[in-house]
């Protein structure tokens, strides 16, 4: 009994350790993170902040004396020489053709065969160490 013990042990270490079974291990994680990011991506709208600052400096000619005047009335005030505005976009694309889909579904089918991948390798391993232990 002692011995099947210490066998389950160094078999399940010994796949914890696997250089290939750790490469697969990462490859599927990044894929995780990676079809997060899609998702999120998928539902974030694009957010832009956009802002603009301007001063005349000089001004010449025909008017440039003053404000607009009217017969009868007082002189309409100056304007300022300093002029800016700010602005927000929101930007949510209610139909891409299709893209956003195709990419998660892409990254899901990704994400599968890296799983079938390491569940094979680890099985695969497992398998091999049984077969060694038998022709012990």
């Known amino acids: 009994m002692n011995f099947r013990l210490m066998r389950d042990f160094m078999v399940q270490e010994g796949i914890n350790e696997s250089p ?7 490859a599927v994680a990044a894929q995780k993170q ?4 899609k998702w999120n991506v998928y539902w974030s709208p694009t957010i832009a902040l956009q ?9 010449d000619g025909k008017g440039a004396d003053g404000g607009l005047t ?4 007082s002189a309409l005030p100056e304007a ?13 694309p209610v139909f891409s053709g299709g893209s956003k889909s195709a990419v998660a579904v892409t990254g899901y089918r990704y994400l599968h065969i ?3 991948r390491l569940q094979g390798l680890q099985t695969a391993a497992i398998a091999t160490v049984a077969a060694d232990m038998a022709r012990s």
């Open 34 to 37: 990676l079809l997060k990011s």
């Open 70 to 73: 009217i017969p009868g009335a």
């Open 51 to 59: 802002g603009n600052m301007s001063r005349k400096m000089w001004e």
């Open 114 to 116: 890296a799983m079938i």
């Open 20 to 26: 290939e079974i750790a490469q697969f291990d990462a």
């Open 80 to 92: 300022d020489d300093n002029s800016g505005n700010i602005g927000l976009n929101l930007s949510f």
